[in-house]
C-alpha cells in the first residue's frame, strides 16, 4: 500500500504543478500592464474563494487593532487588498520566470548604502524582513545591483513546484538554504563575508522560537538571527519593499542594528529578537495591506487553530 500511495501522492503534486503552469504561464506571456491588472483580478477571485483564508486575515487583523494598528480602510477592503496584492505578486513573478527583467529596472532603492557598506565590513550580514509586498523581488533585487544573497526558505511540499520556484529565486546569483540542517552553511557564509536573508514574521517552532510580543500579543519568534549575529559579529540590517503602482517598487534599507550584548546572553537573544520584530510591527502599521495577514502569526496566545 505504501508505494502505491507515494506513486498517487507523485501524480496529485503533478496534477498540481500543471494546474499551476496553467496559470503561471498566460500571465507570464501576456504583456506586462496586462498580466499585472490578470493578477489583481486572480487576486480578487482568491479574495472571493478562499474563505478560510480571509477569515483568518480578518482575525488577524483584529488582534493587530487591538494592539494599535490604525486602518484607513476597513478590514474587509484592507484583506482584499492585501490578496490583490498576492496575485499581482504572483504575475510579477510569472513574468520574470519567463525573463522578462525589465521589471528589476522599475524596483528603486532607498538608502541602498547601508547594505552597501554592512557588506564591505566583511563580517557577513545579516538582511532580516518579512513577508511584506512582493518579498521575492525583495530578494532578488540586490543581486540584481551586484550583492547576491543567500535566502533561508523552507522547501515547498510539492517536489516539482520547489524546483520551479527555486529555479525563480536564484536566477541572479542568490542561493537558497532550506532550514533543515541550514545554521552550518549560514555561518560558513557570513564568515566569507556574504549576506543571508531571513523572514522573520512566522510562527515557529517553539525550540526555534523565543516569544516576544507583537501587537501587544506574544508569539512565538525565530530566534536565528539574534543568535547568528551575536555569535558572528555579523552586521544585521532590515529591509521592506513597498509597491508603488504602475508596476513600481521601492526598497528601503534601514541601518544597521545595534545588538545589545552582555553577561545574559539568553536575555539579549529576547531583547534583540523582539527589536527585530518590532521593525516588522513598524512596517505593518505602515502598510497594512502589504504584510501576509493569511498566516496564523499569533497561535501561541490564540491557539494553533484560532
Known sequence: MKPLRLVTESLLWLIEFLIALGILLPLGILPRWLSLKTGEFLGLCMFILLGRRRRIALK???IAQKGGLRL???????VCMHFINLGRSLSELSMLSLGKESIMKDITFENIEHLIGAKARG???IFITGHCGNWELLALAPSWKGIPISVVARPLNNPYLNKFVKRLRVRFGNKVIYKSGALKEILSLLRNGECVG??????VAEDEAVITEFFGEKVYTTKMPALIAMKTGAVVVPAFINYLGKGKHRISVGEEIKLRITDSPEEDVVFNTSVFSGYIERYIKENPSEWLWIHRRWKLSHGRRY
Open 60 to 62: 488577524n487583523i483584529e
Open 72 to 78: 484607513s480602510n476597513t478590514p474587509m477592503k484592507t
Open 123 to 125: 563580517q557577513g550580514v
Open 198 to 203: 531571513i523572514l522573520i514574521d512566522q510562527s
